[in-house]
């Protein structure tokens, strides 16, 4: 039978990748095609297919029953697939230009064929490897605008909305989430790595009560708030770059929450090349500051053009929002930087310092700037105290 027509999963090789894109005519019929599986994600397989006449290609993101960075122990719902491909559909139809197509979705295999990307490299490595990437950060201050007015209840009617809160329910991945960004990091929990060096600062950090009282305000929001349809994933690892496109996949953590944990992802690992790549920390300030001007400008212009609500057509009331949106993710991105150090997965801007010291002093600094943020989110009134805040770190 048809793979295309099975009732039931199973995880895809090479071979049987290869056999779904001819099946959906996606290459010319007799052309040899490679695949190489190529995912270096925390929990799927991607199969990258090419036809190797012409050089077009394909991708094949298949979710697997378990999270594929801490192993078969840990399983994980399929339905995750349909969420991704669901969420792509929808900011896709938003935000063209920043998300990859979708050519076809199978619901029992967990698996969406989608536009390949391989003339892009992930935006973290890029940076390791000295990318700075001249317009990423206008393209995701746009993406941000739009994709967080559109699924807003100010782009949306109200039955769509609360349409799309059903559809995004996404219990499992919102967990991870809850676990490994609000609560694991903060107290002695078995999903926590981090080295030797920085047990005495971590320890300090879980005896800290202010800093736990204000991460649990910020979960509570997490939890609560269904303001916009998050990508709830967006670090640097779910954006592909080259110095003129940006596109971002993998949404697959997507669900209704807080506008600024997208906002505040981003921020956060924007920081982490602000603190560690001494060379360039102006370029990246300028990266933080132009996501952040941009978002303000096209989401001011979306609000005052495109919104469906007639009584919220107040500029006292827009700037309310963009406040709370701001101090939403300066808390957020806190969270983010805190996790990334200590929690179970980690970032390679701070694991690939080689040096013991440098990458010790590194992970003290990101854990620090982190309780700041949290901490001290309401006092940061505006751009230019957050970055006055980061340069006490510099
Ligand atoms: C078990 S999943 C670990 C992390 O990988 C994903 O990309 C999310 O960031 C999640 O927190
Ligand atoms: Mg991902």
């Given at each position: 039978?048809?793979?295309?027509?099975?009732?039931?999963?199973?995880?895809?090789?090479?071979?049987?990748?290869?056999?779904?894109?001819?099946?959906?005519?996606?290459?010319?019929?007799?052309?040899?095609?490679?695949?190489?599986?190529?995912?270096?994600?925390?929990?799927?397989?991607?199969?990258?297919?090419?036809?190797?006449?012409?050089?077009?290609?394909?991708?094949?993101?298949?979710?697997?029953?378990?999270?594929?960075?801490?192993?078969?122990?840990?399983?994980?719902?399929?339905?995750?697939?349909?969420?991704?491909?669901?969420?792509?559909?929808?900011?896709?139809?938003?935000?063209?230009?920043?998300?990859?197509?979708?050519?076809?979705?199978?619901?029992?295999?967990?698996?969406?064929?989608?536009?390949?990307?391989?003339?892009?490299?992930?935006?973290?490595?890029?940076?390791?490897?000295?990318?700075?990437?001249?317009?990423?950060?206008?393209?995701?201050?746009?993406?941000?605008?739009?994709?967080?007015?559109?699924?807003?209840?100010?782009?949306?009617?109200?039955?769509?909305?609360?349409?799309?809160?059903?559809?995004?329910?996404?219990?499992?991945?919102?967990?991870?989430?809850?676990?490994?960004?609000?609560?694991?990091?903060?107290?002695?929990?078995?999903?926590?790595?981090?080295?030797?060096?920085?047990?005495?600062?971590?320890?300090?950090?879980?005896?800290?009560?202010?800093?736990?009282?204000?991460?649990?305000?910020?979960?509570?929001?997490?939890?609560?708030?269904?303001?916009?349809?998050?990508?709830?994933?967006?670090?640097?690892?779910?954006?592909?770059?080259?110095?003129?496109?940006?596109?971002?996949?993998?949404?697959?953590?997507?669900?209704?929450?807080?506008?600024?944990?997208?906002?505040?992802?981003?921020?956060?690992?924007?920081?982490?090349?602000?603190?560690?790549?001494?060379?360039?920390?102006?370029?990246?300030?300028?990266?933080?500051?132009t996501v952040w001007n941009v978002f303000e400008e096209q989401?001011?212009?979306?609000?005052?053009?495109?919104?469906?609500?007639?009584?919220?057509?107040?500029?006292?009331?827009?700037?309310?929002?963009?406040?709370?949106?701001?101090?939403?993710?300066?808390?957020?991105?806190?969270?983010?930087?805190?996790?990334?150090?200590?929690?179970?997965?980690?970032?390679?801007?701070?694991?690939?310092?080689?040096?013991e010291q440098t990458r010790l002093a590194a992970k003290r600094?990101?854990?620090?700037?982190?309780?700041?943020?949290?901490?001290?989110?309401?006092?940061i009134k505006n751009f230019g105290a957050f970055i006055g805040?980061?340069?006490?770190?510099?």
């Amino acid at each position: 039978m048809s793979l295309l027509k099975q009732t039931t999963y199973q995880p895809l090789t090479e071979t049987t990748a290869t056999e779904i894109a001819l099946a959906l005519n996606l290459f010319s019929d007799n052309t040899k095609l490679s695949c190489k599986e190529i995912g270096d994600g925390n929990l799927n397989l991607v199969f990258h297919i090419v036809d190797e006449k012409n050089g077009k290609g394909v991708i094949i993101k298949q979710a697997l029953p378990y999270a594929k960075v801490v192993g078969e122990s840990w399983p994980l719902t399929l339905k995750r697939a349909k969420i991704e491909a669901d969420a792509l559909k929808i900011f896709g139809s938003i935000a063209p230009n920043y998300v990859p197509e979708v050519y076809y979705t199978n619901d029992v295999l967990a698996v969406t064929v989608m536009e390949d990307l391989s003339h892009l490299l992930i935006a973290r490595k890029g940076f390791i490897k000295g990318e700075t990437y001249p317009l990423l950060s206008q393209h995701l201050g746009e993406y941000l605008a739009r994709t967080l007015f559109f699924t807003s209840d100010y782009g949306l009617s109200p039955s769509v909305k609360k349409e799309q809160v059903q559809q995004f329910i996404n219990p499992e991945l919102c967990k991870i989430t809850e676990d490994l960004i609000f609560t694991d990091p903060f107290f002695d929990a078995e999903t926590n790595d981090f080295e030797a060096g920085l047990r005495s600062t971590v320890e300090a950090l879980w005896k800290d009560e202010e800093l736990k009282f204000h991460v649990n305000v910020l979960k509570k929001s997490f939890l609560t708030e269904a303001e916009v349809l998050l990508h709830g994933d967006l670090h640097t690892g779910s954006v592909f770059a080259n110095d003129s496109e940006t596109k971002v996949i993998d949404p697959e953590f997507a669900f209704y929450g807080p506008a600024g944990f997208d906002i505040g992802q981003i921020f956060a690992n924007l920081l982490f090349q602000v603190l560690v790549n001494e060379q360039k920390q102006a370029l990246f300030i300028n990266h933080l500051e132009t996501v952040w001007n941009v978002f303000e400008e096209q989401f001011t212009r979306l609000w005052n053009t495109e919104n469906k609500e007639h009584l919220a057509l107040s500029s006292v009331f827009l700037h309310y929002n963009l406040a709370k949106f701001f101090e939403d993710a300066l808390g957020f991105a806190g969270c983010e930087l805190i996790r990334r150090t200590i929690g179970l997965a980690h970032v390679a801007d701070l694991d690939s310092i080689n040096e013991e010291q440098t990458r010790l002093a590194a992970k003290r600094k990101t854990l620090e700037l982190g309780g700041i943020l949290i901490k001290q989110r309401k006092e940061i009134k505006n751009f230019g105290a957050f970055i006055g805040t980061v340069k006490g770190f510099l």
